[in-house]
């Protein structure tokens, strides 16, 4: 599942696909635990839909609460002109840890 199809869905459709996660997450983790399938890759995927989920969710809870903008306007995010300066091989705050530079 993508951010886009996440933003483009109601609160509604939003917590019964997070419902329908849950589920499938406990049930993924059960027929491991006994042994039913030896497939562990879509745990994390699961787990990782999610976290979009409760992430969207927070988002328009705060869009409500301090922007005073309703849902909708969660959709069409604002085009970011942000670009990450590529640095060298262990560049930034954790790549100067142990290097001895203060």
């Known amino acids: 599942m993508t951010t886009e199809e ?8 939003l917590h019964r696909t997070l419902d ?3 589920q499938e ?14 497939n562990h890759q879509r745990i994390p995927a699961v787990k990782r839909d999610i976290a979009r989920i409760m992430t969207a969710l927070r988002e328009r809870e ?13 959709a069409a995010p604002a085009p970011s002109s942000y670009k ?3 640095s060298g091989r262990r560049g930034g705050l954790l790549g100067r840890i142990g290097r001895g530079k203060k």
């Open 25 to 38: 997450l406990f049930n993924l983790r059960f027929q491991i635990a006994t042994r039913k399938i030896k």
């Open 62 to 74: 705060l869009m409500v609460q301090f922007g005073g903008a309703d849902a909708e306007a969660l």
């Open 6 to 13: 996440i933003n483009e869905m109601s609160e509604d459709e």
């Open 20 to 22: 329908e996660s849950r």
């Open 84 to 86: 990450p300066e590529k």
